[in-house]
């Protein structure tokens, strides 16, 4: 079978129009969902939380939170599914997994010492209606010792194993808190059943159609080894798969590209092999790291300028003081004038979607 040989621009040029940060911006949340297939949600706010970050990269100062919220609480054209925000229109193949979840054996023992617990809290949801967590008592037979993830409240890890079994969705949040319902109300019920292969032929695509180019690895970019067409880029040593719409797009006008600050968990930062192999960006998220160690700042954003990242932006949202306090900027390598103009113009843009100042900016 043809594998296209790509340039290194034109392989930029595929990735950065799929993650929509060419500057043909997209005009509203539902449209980055659909295309990137997954707004991560961190709670991270250093600037601001993951998921607002990435959608405000993406569309600009015309995005509000609010936006997000009716989208998937009103609209239901978005749901929440395992820490991310989805398109609708995933569902039937996200579904399909839920017939037979991948769930370690000892959740299965856990939910099968607990099935008293399980059907009192399907009970519960079904007559109440929607609530938090915490509005459900906890009367599990077995629990589980706290860890990292959860704390002695047996709820969260039901409700968590429930939504991977697809018997419970979450359908809004109070704050950071989700509000689960019950799965047919939480889901629509009139969409297409896969079949599991179907399902995972569907995703694979879609996960192809987010990333442009990417190599086929199950767990860096979902995408199948026979997923879209071979492509080889010239100067790397990886072989990928690209979207076949995405070389199509090659033949249409460029719109050049604009100055974005990605947050630390936006997915185009995800493969780190990639973004070595491409763009030639060593990422490394300084979060956990001893604070002698960092380099860049324990958040700071990486700073994408058209195709090429050009430096890392290590600044916080001082909500006290309401500035958007600019610790640092850091240039790979000597910026330009269009380079320093653009960045501040951007930093500019993002205060003002915060609803603050800029400080510490010389």
Not at 16 to 25: I, M, Y
Not at 92 to 118: H, K, Q, T, Y
Request: proline content about 6%; glycine content about 8%; some cysteine.
């Amino acid at each position: 079978m043809t594998s296209h040989e790509l340039t290194l621009e034109q392989a930029r040029r595929i990735v950065v129009r799929a993650a929509l940060l060419d500057a043909d911006r997209p005009g509203d949340v539902v449209e980055v969902a659909e295309q990137i297939g997954q707004i991560k949600i961190d709670p991270t706010a250093v600037i601001a939380p993951c998921e607002h970050t990435v959608l405000w990269s993406r569309i600009g100062w015309s995005y509000e939170p609010g936006q997000l919220k009716k989208a998937v609480e009103q609209d239901r054209l978005l749901l929440e599914f395992d820490g991310a925000f989805r398109p609708v229109s995933l569902l039937p193949a996200i579904r399909a997994g839920m017939r037979d979840p991948a769930v370690r054996a000892s959740a299965i023992e856990w939910l099968a010492a607990n099935d008293g617990f399980r059907r009192e809290v399907l009970a519960r949801l079904r007559a109440e209606g929607p609530m938090t967590a915490s509005e459900i008592p906890d009367t599990a037979q077995v629990s589980k010792a706290p860890d990292g993830w959860y704390g002695a409240n047996q709820v969260p890890i039901m409700l968590d194993l429930l939504s991977r079994h697809g018997e419970v969705g979450i359908v809004g949040r109070v704050g950071r808190n989700r509000i689960w319902d019950v799965a047919e109300r939480a889901f629509p019920q009139d969409l297409a059943e896969l079949e599991p292969m179907e399902a995972t032929a569907e995703l694979e695509r879609r996960c192809l159609r987010a990333e442009g180019l990417a190599r086929p690895h199950r767990w860096w970019s979902g995408v199948g080894k026979d997923t879209g067409e071979a492509a080889r880029v010239e100067g790397t040593t990886m072989r990928f798969r690209v979207d076949p719409d995405a070389l199509r797009a090659l033949d249409e006008p460029d719109p050049g590209g604009r100055v974005a600050f990605l947050n630390p968990y936006d997915r185009l930062l995800f493969d780190r092999r990639r973004l070595v192999e491409l763009f030639g960006f060593t990422y490394v998220l300084e979060q956990f790291k001893p604070k002698p160690q960092r380099v860049y700042g324990h958040f700071a954003h990486p700073i994408l300028f058209g195709d090429r990242f050009i430096g890392m932006l290590d600044a916080e949202h001082d909500r006290e003081r309401e500035v958007l306090r600019v610790n640092a900027i850091h240039e790979f390598d000597e910026w330009g004038p269009d380079e320093h103009e653009l960045v501040r113009l951007e930093l500019g843009e993002l205060a003002d979607w915060l609803g603050v100042s800029v400080a510490g900016l010389d």
